[in-house]
């Protein structure tokens, strides 16, 4: 069962086009983390949002967490060929426990 | 300062063989992970320590798979004996213990087993 639904799974777009990855879940976190992993290196942690309706910014990356801790969304603006990557979401269920999203694997083109 | 180091980073052997993946945490780190991760299934905690004592191992495949940690800066996990639908990317993050903690991953170690 996944507990954590990443949408879309898969984006390819051109550089300097805005996007938007999701993720949902029918069970409240207290907090979510989103990743970004690139080929042969493990996951590197982004942000953590911890309260609902939180938003966060890195740059051009924008990440919200819904006001009922259930789904997060990562908004890109005016991608770069540097954003391509696997991006995850985790939400943390316990101490210690996340529940990983199965990632979107985003391409920018030049 | 030094990551979460993994070896080896690449692993190349024959089904039946015995695997042993190693894991240094980061220094201070009293959490570890293992995970797996593959196309099909993402990325799947095997085993979760806290202060050196394994908490959690709900997630190891089956009785082939064994985890240790016998000090704060040194874990193994191994395979024996191993089978083809073992192949997958092997990781290990550290983290400190308590909540909204990020973990910090090492660069895996990529098995192969033929």
């Known amino acids: 069962t996944q507990l954590l639904e990443q949408s879309p799974q898969f984006l390819s777009i051109q550089e300097g086009e805005n996007l938007t990855v999701y993720c949902n879940s029918s069970s409240v976190f207290s907090s979510l983390q989103w990743y970004r992993q690139e080929p042969g290196e493990g996951p590197v942690l982004l942000v953590t949002v911890v309260t609902g309706g939180e938003v966060k910014k890195l740059k051009r990356l924008t990440f919200q967490f819904g006001d009922a801790r259930k789904d997060s969304s990562l908004h890109i603006t005016a991608a770069q060929p540097g954003d391509t990557g696997l991006y995850l979401c985790a939400g943390e269920r316990s101490n210690y426990q996340l529940i990983w999203g199965a990632g979107t694997k985003l391409i920018i083109k030049p | 300062d030094a990551g979460v180091i993994q070896s080896p980073r690449h692993e190349v052997t024959e089904m039946g063989q015995e695997v042993t993946l190693r894991c240094k945490p980061i220094s201070g780190h009293n959490s570890l992970f293992w995970y797996r991760q593959t196309m099909m299934r993402g990325l799947e905690l095997l085993i979760y320590?806290?202060?050196?004592?394994?908490?959690?191992d709900s997630g190891m495949p089956e009785d082939r798979f064994s985890a240790k940690m016998p000090n704060a800066s040194f874990s193994t996990l191994k395979i024996q004996p191993s089978e083809p639908r073992d192949s997958a990317v092997y990781f290990c993050?550290?983290?400190?213990?308590?909540?909204?903690?990020?973990?910090?991953f090492g660069d895996g170690t990529r098995l192969s087993i033929l």
């Open positions: 993050a550290s983290s400190y213990t308590g909540g909204s903690q990020p973990q910090h």
């Open positions: 320590f806290n202060n050196n004592v394994p908490i959690d």
